[in-house]
């Protein structure tokens, strides 16, 4: 509609950053562990379905549905094929930095992804600076349930992470989140919560 643009997408922000998260309540998942199995590979085949070029019209139409995004096909199909408007005259087709659904490992459930949002809960006072996240993470983060359901549909061993970390972060400030080492990121911020 020429009414907004692209100033950035998030990958530039925070490359193959996550995006979004299932979660089930534990009571659920204890009372129905083939229920969440199954859920869970019902996510990872639509994930790889999304992730496929010649799919992204039809996952635009369905996402143009007003109980989704809502908004006209013609005014997300280019996004969602990864062709993004700048406003200055500058378009990228195909742009490196567009969401990924499936591919570089983007549906696993990375324990470091989860170390830097707490990580980050900590830098803004929502949790204490003492809290222990290792725990939290412990209790709360199901690869298993995942491991499991890549079990089922047969994926390949290239398609399943070897470590529960996806290693040194990188952000487009210079900024870097070592999962061995969360301090250090907290260290390196000047904008922080007040104390």
Known sequence: QKIGYTANTTGELWHNHPEKAFALR??????N??????????????QQF??????????????????WIGAPYKDIVDRMKGNF??????VVENHPEQMRYWDDHASYPFQSHDLWFL????????????????????????????????????????????????????FFDGKVFDPENPQAYLDSLTIKALA
Do not use: H
């Open 26 to 31: 534990s009571d659920y998942v204890v009372e």
């Open 119 to 170: 990580t980050e809960n900590k830098r803004w006072g929502y949790v204490p600076a003492d809290f222990d996240s290792q725990a939290l993470i412990a209790k709360v983060n199901r690869e298993d349930i995942w491991r499991a359901a890549a079990g089922e549909l047969n994926l390949p061993a290239e398609l399943i992470p070897t470590s529960t970390s996806r290693g040194v972060e990188k």
């Open 85 to 90: 408007a700048y406003g200055t005259g500058k």
């Open 33 to 46: 562990p083939n229920a969440a199995k199954a859920l869970t590979m019902a996510i990872m085949e639509a």
């Open 50 to 67: 999304c992730e496929k070029a010649e799919n992204k019209e039809e996952v635009a139409k369905i996402c143009s549905q007003r109980r």
